[in-house]
């Protein structure tokens, strides 16, 4: 009852921009890119190499970017970075927040602010023990 199964992937701002497409064809979850990289932030995060994924180089030149450090898709509460590992982090347009489905059925908002602390193996954040599954650790509620 305290995994994610399906969270909310901003659609992309352009026809060539594959966020937010069913089956987009990345890894299973896209959502648990987290940690793989650079990436060590949660929901509507706009930090640089969060979202990898084709055609990226493409958007960027669309948005008028000369570099990584692209202004109008962090107003976007978006990033743009092809890096070959096709992931994408959990984007709304919601105020403070994303809205998810667990693993049980149930539908919950979860805050821009929820703990993401930095993944240790005896101390995950509480973003990261929503993504992982029977990983021993309980999560309350009141903590998203």
Same mark, same amino acid.
């Given at each position: 009852?305290?995994? /994610?199964?399906?969270?909310?992937? #901003?659609?992309?701002?352009?026809?060539?921009?594959? #966020?937010?497409?069913?089956? /987009?064809?990345?890894?299973?979850?896209?959502?648990?890119? @987290?940690?793989? /990289? @650079?990436? #060590?932030?949660?929901?509507?995060?706009?930090?640089?190499?969060?979202?990898?994924?084709?055609?990226?180089?493409?958007?960027? +030149?669309?948005?008028?970017?000369?570099? @990584?450090?692209?202004?109008? /898709?962090?107003?976007?509460?978006?990033?743009?970075?092809?890096?070959?590992?096709?992931?994408?982090?959990?984007?709304?347009?919601?105020?403070?927040? +994303?809205?998810?489905?667990?693993?049980?059925?149930? +539908? #919950?908002?979860?805050?821009?602010?929820?703990?993401?602390?930095?993944?240790?193996?005896?101390?995950?954040?509480?973003?990261?023990?929503?993504?992982?599954?029977?990983?021993?650790?309980? +999560?309350?509620?009141?903590?998203?």
């Amino acid at each position: 009852s305290m995994t /994610l199964l399906i969270g909310e992937v #901003r659609a992309g701002l352009a026809s060539l921009d594959p #966020r937010g497409v069913w089956a /987009l064809g990345g890894p299973a979850s896209a959502l648990w890119g @987290h940690g793989a /990289l @650079h990436e #060590r932030c949660g929901p509507n995060c706009a930090e640089l190499y969060l979202d990898n994924f084709p055609s990226c180089l493409d958007l960027r +030149v669309l948005q008028g970017c000369t570099n @990584h450090h692209c202004e109008p /898709l962090k107003q976007e509460k978006m990033t743009c970075w092809y890096s070959g590992q096709n992931q994408s982090g959990a984007r709304s347009m919601h105020a403070g927040g +994303v809205v998810a489905a667990f693993c049980d059925g149930s +539908v #919950r908002f979860i805050s821009d602010w929820i703990d993401q602390g930095g993944f240790t193996t005896t101390n995950p954040s509480v973003w990261e023990r929503l993504n992982v599954s029977a990983d021993g650790f309980d +999560v309350d509620e009141s903590q998203f």
